[in-house]
């Protein structure tokens, strides 16, 4: 298994406050991505990150911000925490090798947050 | 229109069954094409990709793509009680990294 660890595994907290999810690998993978995934839509791409300080939205970003300071740890912040948040949150890594596309994505087990 | 659509399922088979799983998609852009596993409570893992057009072929698993109907497949021949989970299509475009998945299918197979 690809050394991914998400922390916490599970967070209840209430709405209005501020929550951060960790993500950590270590793979040396360049890019990590944060997904939420819920009963109907799937997994959807929040943030990702293409390297060190380099992150860039994805679909559903809003009311989520991320940071990236070191290779090896992407952490996933809820700035107000809302009941629309509500969600499992995966966090995944893939490393592109020059030009070609990265295909393999490996998957964290998960952050199960419940916002109330 | 979501970019990527897949029946939710659930689908029940009995052992040693051929299971087909399908995903339509609308964006011609997307090149490649992978299928992820993911069981109750866990993180997705991947099962196979393939590159544009094609079969490719793993042990009792074999992908498909038909680029000019956007449609891809996913076989499973001699399904095993082990199979029982939930399988994903992903795809991307060739230029970066943004993948989108389907909703996901439930599959269960009884002994």
């Known amino acids: 298994d690809a050394g991914i660890t998400q922390s916490p595994r599970h967070k209840v907290t209430e709405t209005g406050t501020p929550v951060t999810l960790r993500c950590h690998q270590t793979?040396?993978?360049?890019?990590m991505y944060w997904y939420r995934q819920d009963p109907g839509h799937g997994l959807r791409l929040i943030h990702y990150s293409y390297g060190v300080k380099d992150t860039d939205k994805g679909e559903v970003s809003d009311g989520y911000s991320v940071s990236r300071s070191k290779t090896e740890d992407f952490l996933l912040t809820l700035e107000s925490a809302t009941s629309s948040q509500t969600s499992v949150y995966f966090c995944?890594?893939?490393?592109?090798?020059?030009?070609?596309?990265?295909?393999?994505?490996?998957f964290g087990p998960g952050t199960r947050l419940t916002v109330t | 229109q979501k970019e990527v659509e897949q029946d939710p399922g659930p689908l029940s088979v009995p052992e040693g069954a051929i299971v087909s799983l399908n995903c339509t998609y609308s964006?011609?852009?997307?090149?490649?094409f992978m299928w992820y596993r993911q069981y109750s409570r866990k993180g997705p893992e991947l099962l196979m990709y393939?590159?544009?057009?094609g079969n490719k072929e793993d042990g009792r698993f074999t992908a498909q793509v038909d680029k000019s109907s956007k449609y891809i497949s996913l076989f499973i021949r001699d399904s095993q009680p082990s199979d029982s989970a939930t399988y994903l299509c992903a795809m991307t475009r060739n230029t970066g990294n943004q993948f989108y998945f389907g909703t996901g299918t439930s599959l269960t197979v009884i002994p």
């Open positions: 964006n011609s852009a997307f090149q490649y």
């Open positions: 995944a890594i893939s490393e592109s090798g020059g030009r070609a596309i990265s295909y393999e994505q490996y």
């Open positions: 793979e040396n993978h360049r890019y």
């Open positions: 393939t590159y544009s057009s």
